[in-house]
C-alpha cells in the first residue's frame, strides 16, 4: 500500500508541477518519464537483497568518509538490466533527439553476457573498462554512461534506509552525502525545533537532499557545502520575485550553487524527487552567471 501511494505522489508531484509552472513544460515532458522510471525501478528491487552494508566505523565516518564510500560493486544479477531497460525506455521517450543512440544501444547490449561489467565500470569508475565495453559494443559512450548511472541509483535508494540507520548516532558535518559522498541536488529549509542551535540559525534548519541515494541530512545554514566557506559575506541567494521560498544560495569563494526551497510556510511539503525540475529557471539563472551545480542532474547539464 505504501509503494503504490509513493508511486501516485510521484506522478502527482509531476502533474502539480506542471500547473504550476506551464513554462517549463518542455522540462517535464523530457525529464517525467526519468523520475517515473526510477520510481518503477524502486518498486521492482524492493525485494533485492544482494548487498551487505558495511560496518559503520565512527571515527573514519566523523573525518568525513561516507559509508558506502569504500563499498565494493553489490551483486546486481539480473536486476541491473532490467533497470537499465527501464531507465533508457524513459531516456528515449522523454528525448527522442538520442532515441536512435537509445535503441542501438538496447539492440547491441540486450543479450550481452558481460553486461554488469558496466555497472562496475561506472561503480568504480574505471574508465579503461568503459572504454572496452562501449568499443566491443560498438555504441555511444555518453548516452551508454548516462543510462547506466541512472541505473545505478535506485540501488543506492534501495540500500539508503539500512545504511542511514547504521549512521544514525554518528556526525556528520560535510556537505556531500554520509551515505554514498554525493552532492546534494537540492536544500529545505525546514521549522527547527528545540534542538541543537548550531543547526538552526535564522529559526530554520537546512537539509540536503542526496541527488544519487536520496538520503536527507541536516547541515549548516551559513556555510557552502561545496567548499564549507563561512564568510557570509561571500554566501548570497537569488530569488524571483514571484516565488519567494524558492532561492538559489551561491557561494563567492567556489563559485557553486544549489537549489533551495524554504518549506517553513508550505501548507504542501514538496516532493524532493520531483521538486529540482520545478526549480530549472534557477539553474539557468545561476549558470548564466557562471556558477555550478553542487551536483550535476540531467535536466542541469543537457
Not at 538496447?106 to 561489467?117: K, R, Y
Request: aromatic share 8%.
Amino acid at each position: 500500500m505504501d509503494k503504490n501511494k509513493k508511486k501516485r505522489d510521484v506522478q502527482a508531484g509531476l502533474l502539480a508541477l506542471r500547473k504550476r509552472m506551464p513554462a517549463l513544460e518542455n522540462i517535464f515532458d523530457a525529464f517525467g518519464p526519468l523520475v517515473i522510471a526510477l520510481e518503477k525501478a524502486d518498486d521492482l528491487l524492493a525485494d533485492w537483497d544482494g548487498y551487505k552494508i558495511p560496518d559503520a566505523y565512527a571515527p573514519r565516518f566523523e573525518q568525513g568518509v561516507a559509508l558506502l564510500s569504500d563499498m565494493e560493486l553489490p551483486d546486481l544479477g539480473e536486476k541491473y538490466r532490467e533497470v537499465f531497460m527501464l531507465v533508457a525506455g524513459a531516456v528515449a521517450e522523454g528525448l527522442p533527439a538520442i532515441s536512435k543512440e537509445v535503441d542501438e544501444i538496447v539492440v547491441a547490449v540486450g543479450e550481452v553476457e558481460n553486461f554488469n561489467d558496466l555497472a562496475k565500470a561506472l561503480w568504480d569508475e574505471d574508465g579503461k573498462l568503459l572504454r572496452s565495453l562501449i568499443d566491443e559494443w560498438k555504441i555511444d559512450d555518453q548516452t551508454l554512461a548516462f543510462i547506466g548511472t541512472m541505473a545505478l541509483k535506485p540501488f543506492m535508494a534501495r540500500m539508503e534506509p539500512e545504511a542511514a540507520k547504521a549512521i544514525e548516532n554518528m556526525a556528520w558535518h560535510k556537505g556531500y552525502c554520509p551515505v554514498c559522498g554525493t552532492f546534494p541536488d537540492l536544500a529545505l529549509l525546514k521549522k527547527s525545533g528545540d534542538d541543537n542551535a548550531y543547526l538552526k540559525s535564522h529559526g530554520g534548519q537546512r537539509w540536503l537532499h542526496c541527488s544519487c541515494c536520496g538520503h536527507e541530512w541536516r547541515f549548516k545554514r551559513n556555510t557552502c557545502p561545496w567548499c564549507e566557506n563561512e564568510d557570509i559575506e561571500k554566501l548570497r541567494y537569488l530569488q524571483a520575485d514571484e516565488r519567494k521560498n524558492e532561492r538559489v544560495d551561491v557561494c563567492e569563494s567556489c563559485k557553486h550553487y544549489f537549489v533551495t526551497i524554504d518549506t517553513r510556510e508550505l501548507s504542501d511539503q514538496p516532493d524532493p524527487r520531483v521538486a529540482p525540475l520545478g526549480l530549472v529557471h534557477l539553474d539557468i539563472s545561476a549558470q548564466e552567471k557562471d556558477y555550478l551545480p553542487l551536483a550535476e542532474t540531467p535536466w542541469n547539464v543537457l
